[in-house]
């Protein structure tokens, strides 16, 4: 299986793009990779998900096995801080007499739910990974309902949304309801209205409730299918929400911006504290010419203790022009 490689420590943005068009037992669909490939290039390009903390897994690489044990790597990689956006566009399945809904990996075979993939499973690794936020996206039949439930409408801010953990979901039609793959060298209406979405917004960000809104208001009015977007239930949601933040925005800080901030404190240590100023030099050097001149006077004073004579021979003048040479020291 692919393996996650050169994966940063705090605050990153991952993706996951799984897309099956040439299926082992299943009709084939057209536009899966395509869809898929878009949106990671959008994100890349114009987002701030991380060119390292990419994943796709296209066609023959879908497999069943491969799904489930990126899932687990992600797991393991993705900190506290991180975020992540899984995408799956391919089959999906739906028993009605169980209520049990599934993806269909590209090595499933028809009739053998043991090797179809369970909403459950997903559900549980949305769960279980630390990230932050979390955003799953299925364009996929049978896939709505069956992840999340409960309203979404918030008056909070965007910095605020982000500040709070997230689990959500958008899918491109009902529990009941298959979806269209669109014209072939197309994308799917679905995955279609996303990619209009992302690519026209000129704003420095966008909250995931805003384009699922677009998405549902777009792909409703050009076809006969219903997407959904809402939180997922019961997998760690907090009322946050997946913030999508243009690249050079003022979003959160980068890895890049703490390391930039890392240098400048490595290299403020090891060139130590900044000179002193002009004017502090100057206050120095007072305070070092008025001890300088009570030394003096304590000299003197003692000589005149010990013989009067030998103070007198001094020219009051030369102890006058003595003192006005560390008064010109202590203004420069």
């Known amino acids: 299986m ?29 536009n899966a990779v395509k869809g898929i490939s878009e949106i990671k ?21 879908a497999t069943k096995e491969n799904i489930v044990d990126t899932l687990d790597d992600l797991g393991q990689k993705i900190k506290p801080g991180d975020k992540l956006v899984i995408y799956y566009s391919g089959h999906g399945h739906l028993n009605d007499t ?9 090595d499933a075979k028809k009739g ?8 459950s499973t997903i559900r549980d690794y949305v769960k279980g990974i630390k ?28 910095k605020e949304l982000d500040g709070l953990a997230s689990r959500w979901a958008i899918c491109s039609g009902r529990h009941d309801e298959e979806v269209y793959d669109g014209t072939p060298g197309e994308n799917s209406p679905f995955t279609q209205s996303f990619v209009d979405y992302l690519n026209a917004n000129d704003k420095e960000s966008v909250n995931v409730a805003r384009v699922a809104d677009h998405v549902i208001e777009q792909t409703a009015a050009n076809y006969e299918q219903l997407p959904d977007g809402r939180p997922m239930f019961g997998v760690g949601h907090q009322g946050g929400q997946y913030i999508f933040w243009k690249k050079d925005s003022v979003g959160p800080p980068s890895a890049s911006t703490n390391k930039k901030t890392s240098s400048r404190q490595a290299l403020s240590a090891s060139i130590g504290p900044p ?7 100057g206050f120095l050097y007072k305070i070092v010419g008025g001890v300088a001149l009570l030394a003096i006077g304590l000299f003197f004073g003692a000589k005149m203790w010990d013989n009067n004579e030998q103070v007198n021979e001094l020219d009051s003048s030369e102890l006058l022009t003595l003192v006005e040479n560390f008064s010109e020291v202590g203004d420069k």
């Open 131 to 158: 990230a932050k936020h979390i955003l799953l996206v299925s364009d996929s039949c049978f896939s709505g309902p069956l992840f999340m439930q409960g309203a979404f409408r918030t008056s909070r801010a965007v």
């Open 112 to 119: 053998k739910a043991s090797s179809y993939l369970p909403n």
């Open 98 to 106: 169980l209520g049990l809904g599934y993806w269909i990996p590209v």
């Open 2 to 30: 692919p393996k996650l490689t050169n994966w940063h420590p705090t605050s990153h943005s991952w993706f996951l793009g799984i897309g099956i068009d040439k299926y082992q037992d299943f009709n084939p669909l057209h």
């Open 275 to 281: 000179p002193v100023s002009k004017l502090n030099k």
């Open 41 to 61: 290039s959008i994100l890349l390009d114009q987002y701030d998900v991380d060119e390292e903390c990419v994943m796709t897994l296209f066609d023959k690489k």
